[in-house]
């Protein structure tokens, strides 16, 4: 069993920072990439930033300078500072992780439960 554990959503003005922590445990052999999703009301889940077990991030362009993804080490954890926030970064925040598992040795993508994200004055 693997499981991924999210912290750090809430409320927040336009223009404040947030830091969300995702940590994983389980029957994990090795981690290939980290990434934070988000889903905002009726809109599709988009990727927000990712990190490969080397630590070469990745961001959408909508959260270039603003976000920074970063991890402790190559099994985790895995944190999203967000810095400058706006309205339309209102969404569930959801932790992914490619891993490989040590119990059957299996590739696949899990998800954290989600926090929630809101921006508003």
């Known amino acids: 069993q693997v499981q991924l554990v999210e912290s750090g959503g809430g409320l927040v003005q336009p223009g404040g920072s947030l830091r969300l922590s995702c940590a994983a445990s389980?029957?994990?052999?090795?981690?290939?990439?980290m990434g934070w999703y988000r889903q905002a009301p009726e809109k599709q889940r988009e990727l927000v930033a990712s990190?490969?077990?080397?630590?070469?991030?990745n961001y959408a362009d909508s959260v270039k300078g603003r976000f920074t993804i970063s991890r402790d080490n190559a099994k985790g954890p895995v944190y999203l500072q967000m810095n400058s926030l706006k309205a339309e970064d209102t969404a569930v925040y959801y932790c992914?992780?490619?891993?490989?598992?040590?119990?059957?040795?299996?590739?696949?993508?899990?998800w954290g439960q989600g926090t929630q994200v809101t921006v508003s004055s």
């Open positions: 389980g029957n994990i052999f090795r981690i290939n990439a």
């Open positions: 992914n992780a490619d891993l490989w598992s040590s119990g059957d040795m299996s590739r696949r993508n899990y």
């Open positions: 990190i490969t077990s080397s630590g070469t991030p």
